[in-house]
């Protein structure tokens, strides 16, 4: 349940910032008042910017679990704690 309430923040707030995507809806209302035009064109492009912004967070939250991590490497330091290499130098007694 975490992952929708952080799912609906990231929205919302990606929303505010693409705020001024939503002029040419607001352009098609005022079209709607002073022409009579018909008010479907407002709701469609509202829903095309709806829908551009959650196209492009699905888009960013694929890439982000795009990770290509790598493979455990062998220790090679002969320095280090968790050496398990060749002969270090040295002897034991």
Same mark, same amino acid.
Request: negative net charge; glycine residues 6%; proline residues 3%.
């Given at each position: 349940? /975490?992952?929708?309430?952080? %799912?609906?923040?990231? +929205?919302? %707030? @990606? $929303? +505010?910032?693409?705020?001024e995507w939503?002029?040419?809806?607001?352009?098609?209302?005022?079209?709607?008042?002073?022409?009579?035009? @018909?008010?479907?064109?407002?709701?469609?492009?509202?829903?095309?910017?709806?829908?551009?912004?959650?196209?492009? $967070?699905?888009?960013?939250?694929?890439?982000?679990?795009?990770?290509?991590?790598? /493979?455990? /490497?062998e220790n090679?330091n002969p320095?280090?704690?968790?050496?398990?290499?060749?002969?270090?130098?040295?002897?034991?007694?």
């Amino acid at each position: 349940m /975490k992952r929708v309430g952080e %799912f609906f923040a990231c +929205l919302l %707030f @990606n $929303m +505010l910032i693409n705020l001024e995507w939503t002029i040419p809806a607001w352009l098609l209302l005022a079209m709607h008042f002073l022409f009579d035009w @018909n008010i479907l064109w407002f709701w469609i492009a509202l829903g095309v910017w709806i829908l551009s912004i959650l196209l492009w $967070m699905d888009i960013l939250g694929w890439a982000a679990n795009c990770s290509a991590s790598d /493979k455990p /490497k062998e220790n090679k330091n002969p320095y280090s704690v968790g050496y398990k290499g060749k002969d270090t130098g040295e002897t034991k007694e």
